[in-house]
T-cell receptor
């Protein structure tokens, strides 16, 4: 089966660091995506991990542990504009659709 | 990054009419396109997968005769909502993939907001 879990909501303070976790149990694995989705807009690509370890891209970093079925998205120096939903998605093998988690709604407060 | 466009971005139509939504990949060949629907404050829901030149594969519960998908070229897929009703009002988003370019290639269009009166 396919199952992806991530927290429903998180709140963090402007300027702080927040870590959004994602755990997955899927039949096969060909990479993990993180997308950002602002209210009323389509998702935008943030990161893709297929090997274990940390990938850093500016204020955002994404980590993957395949043996643990675990990933996290780390957001540093939070800004108000980072308030959005963050979607974790796993790509199964083959040319099959991504499997999405339900998303984590992050609220950044002053 | 790769760009996927959708047109129109917003459409309002009367109940019973048909609406066509276009999804284009602008700088890569989209061998596969996915169509999603999203209701307010809910998760993305996959409607169908289309591969260029072949029939779309619909998810369970999605009526293929109501949501017609055509993927006639490597840069264009269309979704036609036939005989639209108010309950079809939603945010429709396409996503394009070049399966030969690498697993990381999967980008979303900006979405089309459909309101059926």
């Amino acid at each position: 089966g396919q199952n992806i879990d991530q927290p429903t909501e998180m709140t963090a303070t402007e300027g702080a660091i927040v870590q959004i976790n994602c755990t997955y149990q899927t039949s096969g694995f060909n990479g993990l995506f993180w997308y950002q989705q602002h209210a009323g807009e389509a998702p935008t690509f943030l990161s893709y991990n297929v090997l274990d370890g940390l990938e850093e891209k500016g204020r955002f970093s994404s980590f993957l542990s395949r043996s643990k079925g675990y990933s996290y998205l780390l957001l540093k120096e939070l800004q108000m504009k980072d308030s959005a939903s963050y979607l974790c998605a796993v790509r199964p093998p083959g040319n099959t659709p991504l499997v999405f988690g339900k998303g984590t709604r992050l609220s950044v407060i002053a | 990054g790769a760009v996927v466009s959708q047109h129109p971005s917003r459409v309002i139509c009367k109940s019973g009419t048909s609406v066509k939504i276009e999804c284009r990949s602008l700088d890569f060949q989209a061998t596969t396109m996915f169509w999603y629907r999203q209701f307010p404050k809910q998760s993305l829901m996959l409607m169908a997968t289309s591969n260029e030149g072949s029939k779309a594969t619909y998810e369970q519960g999605v009526e293929k005769d109501k949501f017609l998908i055509n993927h006639a070229s490597l840069t264009l897929s269309t979704l036609t909502v036939t005989s639209a009703h108010p309950e079809d009002s939603s945010f429709y988003i396409c996503s394009a993939r070049d399966q030969w370019r690498g697993a990381e290639t999967q980008y979303f269009g900006p979405g089309t907001r459909l309101l059926v009166l």
